[in-house]
């Protein structure tokens, strides 16, 4: 399984007018993580990652899948002002899966959300996708 879910009713925007606003929702949502007594060890880790935006049919189109990841990843990088982190660099990335879904459509309803998996980097186990998070098969 992961170590750690995020899930959240955000929308993905990766353009420059919406970036900061989202990686500061992503790293709002970061202490909860880090009340994991052992995330300090984490840190320091290679990682698998898996990011699930589900987003409007219109937003799909036009998403680039790469651009949904960075924004991701910068919100989880460290930050020299910021201490909500869950990992010091981009490098520590051993396996990165990123999926974008097109959600249902409700009327008045923008039902938008972003999934975010991590666990510690195994070679001997796959990432599938099972719900929205990785697991082992």
């Given at each position: 399984?992961?170590?750690?879910?995020?899930?959240?009713?955000?929308?993905?925007?990766?353009?420059?007018?919406?970036?900061?606003?989202v990686i500061n929702k992503i790293r709002g949502r970061l202490k909860d993580w880090l009340q994991n007594p052992?995330?300090?060890?984490?840190?320091?880790?290679?990682?698998?990652?898996?990011?699930?935006?589900r987003m409007s049919p219109k937003r799909f189109k036009g998403q680039d899948v790469d651009n949904l990841a960075?924004?991701?990843?910068?919100?989880?990088?460290?930050?020299?002002?910021?201490?909500?982190?869950?990992?010091?660099?981009?490098?520590?990335?051993?396996?990165?899966?990123?999926?974008?879904?097109?959600?249902?459509?409700?009327?008045?309803?923008?039902?938008?959300?972003?999934?975010?998996?991590?666990?510690?980097?195994?070679?001997?186990?796959?990432?599938?996708?099972?719900?929205?998070?990785?697991?082992?098969?």
């Amino acid at each position: 399984g992961s170590e750690g879910f995020y899930v959240d009713l955000t929308t993905i925007s990766t353009g420059q007018r919406y970036k900061q606003t989202v990686i500061n929702k992503i790293r709002g949502r970061l202490k909860d993580w880090l009340q994991n007594p052992s995330f300090g060890d984490i840190r320091n880790q290679p990682l698998d990652l898996a990011i699930v935006a589900r987003m409007s049919p219109k937003r799909f189109k036009g998403q680039d899948v790469d651009n949904l990841a960075k924004t991701v990843l910068d919100a989880l990088k460290r930050d020299e002002d910021d201490p909500r982190f869950l990992f010091h660099d981009d490098s520590q990335i051993v396996r990165l899966l990123v999926w974008k879904i097109k959600r249902q459509e409700e009327a008045g309803c923008n039902t938008d959300n972003l999934q975010i998996s991590f666990r510690v980097h195994d070679s001997k186990r796959q990432m599938v996708l099972i719900q929205g998070h990785f697991e082992s098969p």
